[in-house]
């Protein structure tokens, strides 16, 4: 059982460049959510999709953008990748929203020089 | 904004010992998660909380909403080294919105 799969686990890129994380779930769930975890900060919610079809901004959204390109598959894009963006990021899916768990993929450590 | 703070924020025991870990919220509660994180992996869901007094067990992990809802603790009896890893609390913010604590570390010596 896949789960939630993020593509790719670990990344380097230079200032300025741009980048795509992929997240893809097979549980049939709606809701799909982008967070990202630093030290000490726990996790910051970026942008989620309440359904197919639909994206909002979360805590964080500042130089991300978001495509729900189907019901499986919630990517997330850097336009112009700064150090602060340096981070792990996870993708997560649920049921719904409210008091459904979320289910999470492995993370993609993402690393900008 | 809701905040929720986690205590102690590291904590090293030694095999067979019990602990607990707690998760204080700056508003009342209407959903409290708990999350393991293993290093370097995902987070896995342990489980939910909704009503105040309500107590679950997973295993050995025990957690509890206290009655005024602003507070829950996650307790594990006879601590094993699989027990080791980051231990995230996560509240129900409205909506689609889930906020995190900062997280346990435990350690588990043998």
């Known amino acids: 059982n896949a789960g939630v799969t993020q593509t790719p686990k670990f990344q380097v890129l230079k200032t300025g460049q741009s980048m795509t994380l992929q997240c893809a779930q097979d549980?049939?769930?709606?809701?799909m959510y982008w967070y990202r975890q630093d030290p000490g900060m726990g996790l910051r919610l970026i942008y989620y999709?309440?359904?197919?079809?639909?994206?909002d901004k979360g805590e964080v959204p500042n130089g991300y953008n978001v495509s729900r390109l189907n019901k499986r598959e919630f990517s997330l894009r850097l336009e112009s990748a700064a150090p602060s963006q340096t981070s792990v990021y996870f993708c997560?899916?649920?049921?719904?929203?409210?008091?459904?768990?979320?289910?999470f993929g492995d993370g993609t450590r993402l690393s900008i020089l | 904004s809701q905040e929720l703070e986690q205590s102690p924020q590291s904590l090293i025991v030694q095999e067979g010992k019990n602990l607990t870990i707690n998760c204080t919220s700056s508003?009342?509660?209407?959903?409290l998660y708990w999350y393991k994180q293993k290093y370097g992996e995902g987070l896995i869901f342990l489980m939910m909380?909704?009503?105040?007094?309500e107590e679950k067990s997973h295993e050995k992990i025990t957690a509890k909403l206290d009655e005024k809802k602003q507070q829950s603790s996650l307790h594990i009896t006879a601590s094993q080294p699989s027990h080791a890893g980051i231990y995230l609390c996560?509240?129900?913010?409205?909506?689609?919105?889930?906020?995190f604590g900062a997280g346990t570390r435990l350690f588990v010596k043998a």
């Open positions: 508003k009342t509660l209407y959903g």
């Open positions: 996560g509240a129900v913010s409205g909506g689609f919105k889930t906020i």
């Open positions: 999709s309440a359904s197919e079809g639909t994206t």
């Open positions: 549980m049939n769930h709606n809701s």
């Open positions: 997560a899916s649920s049921e719904g929203g409210g008091n459904q768990p979320q289910h």
């Open positions: 909380l909704q009503k105040g007094g």
